[in-house]
Structures are given as structure tokens and as C-alpha cells.
């Protein structure tokens, strides 16, 4: 289904029509560009509400092909070491916010505490809002720049963004970096999420392999 994918360039049209339709409320929704007035966040939700979730009642749990299935607040987030990175942040639909300030638990840090099956291979993400889902292959997942994030722009992630703990992978399109991060379940193959059931490539390099165009080439 991405024949011809690649070059269009109009990535609102590449890409399938139910993704579209649902980022479609987003003013003059990128085609082919970057937005008049870039540089800032536009909140994104497919249910179009957002999970109102108390730090002390978060809940992050990790299943399957684990050696330790575990439960984890955000007080035993914080307690693990904290890594810090900044990097622009970069939907598909062609708006970017450069310089973004990350913290949080690296995703490796977090997959070793609860130790691995040999069987794993992939992951897959649910969130408190009952509609998004991602996956990342295991390889993905370990890269230095993917992290289960409790702070973003300086400040506890707000609900609008996903707080009180989303998902950033860096490396990739804003799609992967799903909000309201309520559980991992670790598979032994790649489960397509929510966008890549709607027509986004499942890998979502940021960096134009997928064939999407970058913003900043735009
Ligand atoms: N739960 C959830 N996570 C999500 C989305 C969403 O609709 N629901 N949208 C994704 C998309 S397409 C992008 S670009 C980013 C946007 O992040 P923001 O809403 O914090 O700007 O969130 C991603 N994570
Ligand atoms: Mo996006």
C-alpha cells in the first residue's frame, strides 16, 4: 500500500485516508510543508479527549516475554536512572518544534529491569486512552533516544501531552512517541499500532529512509 510513497512529498495525501481524516482537524494539515507559524506543539488525541491520570495513581505495567512481570508507579520511574536528551520534535503532517527537552527512564534501562525472555523480539505499547497502540521492534527499542518520559519542555509532562508518562522515540516520527503510556507487552513479532493500521510506516525513521519526507527538507 506505500507504491509511490515515495517523492510525493504531500505527505497528507500519501498517507492513508482514515490517519488523514483524523489529523485532518489540524489547520491546512501540512501538505506539503511546514506549517505558517511552526515551532509549536499541536495536541493531538484520537479520542479526542484526554486521560486525566493523578501522578499517584499512574500505573506502568510490563507483560509478557519478561522474566519479571512488573508494575511500576511514577515514584519507581523516578528512581531509576534518569536520562536527559533534547531534539526536535517532528510530525508527519510536516510541523516541527526544535530543541525539546526530555527526561525520563531510557526504555533498555527499564526492559532490563524486568529481564527478557529469548523468545522477545518486539514490543508493543498500550495507552490509558484505550485507542492508541505502537510497537517497536526490540533493536528499536534499545537505542539510546527511546525513553518512557516523565518530563518534557522542563516541566512533569502535562495530560494534553501524555503526562503523567508517554513514550519518546526519538529517531522517529511523532506518531511512535505514543501519550498516556499504560502498558508494554513484550511479543515475539512486531504488532502494527494504531497509525500504521491507518497507513503509517510501522518503522517511522525521522531521518527520510521511510520514504516521508523530513520537515526540515520541506
Ligand atoms: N495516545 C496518543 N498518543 C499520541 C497521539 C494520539 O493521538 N494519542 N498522536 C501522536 C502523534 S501523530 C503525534 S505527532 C504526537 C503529538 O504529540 P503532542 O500531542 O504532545 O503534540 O503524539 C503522538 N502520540
Ligand atoms: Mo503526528
Not at 81 to 106: I, M, N, S, Y
Not at 109 to 126: K, M, Q, T
Not at 139 to 152: F, I, S, T
Request: net charge negative; with cysteine; aromatic share 10%.
Amino acid at each position: 500500500m506505500f507504491l509511490g510513497l515515495a517523492g510525493l512529498g504531500a505527505l497528507g495525501i500519501a498517507f492513508g485516508a482514515r490517519a488523514q481524516a483524523i489529523i485532518g482537524d489540524v489547520a491546512g494539515s501540512g501538505l506539503g510543508g511546514l506549517l505558517p507559524g511552526g515551532d509549536r506543539f499541536r495536541i493531538y488525541s484520537i479520542t479526542g479527549t484526554y486521560p486525566a491520570i493523578a501522578p499517584t495513581a499512574y500505573r506502568l505495567k510490563v507483560s509478557g516475554l519478561v522474566e519479571r512481570p512488573a508494575t511500576f508507579t511514577l515514584a519507581d520511574l523516578e528512581a531509576m536512572p534518569r536520562t536527559k536528551l533534547a531534539r526536535d520534535f517532528q510530525c508527519v503532517t510536516g510541523w516541527r518544534v526544535p530543541d525539546v527537552h526530555w527526561e525520563g527512564v531510557r526504555l533498555s534501562d527499564l526492559l532490563d529491569s524486568v529481564g527478557l525472555r529469548p523468545e522477545a523480539s518486539a514490543l508493543s505499547f498500550e495507552s490509558y486512552d484505550g485507542a492508541d497502540t505502537e510497537s517497536l521492534t526490540l533493536d528499536q527499542a534499545r537505542l539510546p533516544d527511546v525513553l518512557v518520559a516523565y518530563r518534557m519542555l522542563g516541566a512533569p509532562v502535562t495530560t494534553e501531552h501524555g503526562g503523567p508518562v508517554r513514550l519518546y522515540v526519538a529517531p522517529m516520527f511523532g506518531y511512535k512517541s505514543l501519550k498516556w503510556l499504560s502498558a508494554i507487552r513484550v511479543v515475539d513479532q512486531v504488532e502494527p499500532g494504531f497509525w500504521e493500521q491507518n497507513g503509517y510506516p510501522v518503522n517511522g525513521w525521522a531521518d527520510g529512509s521511510t520514504g516521508l519526507t523530513d520537515p526540515r527538507a520541506s
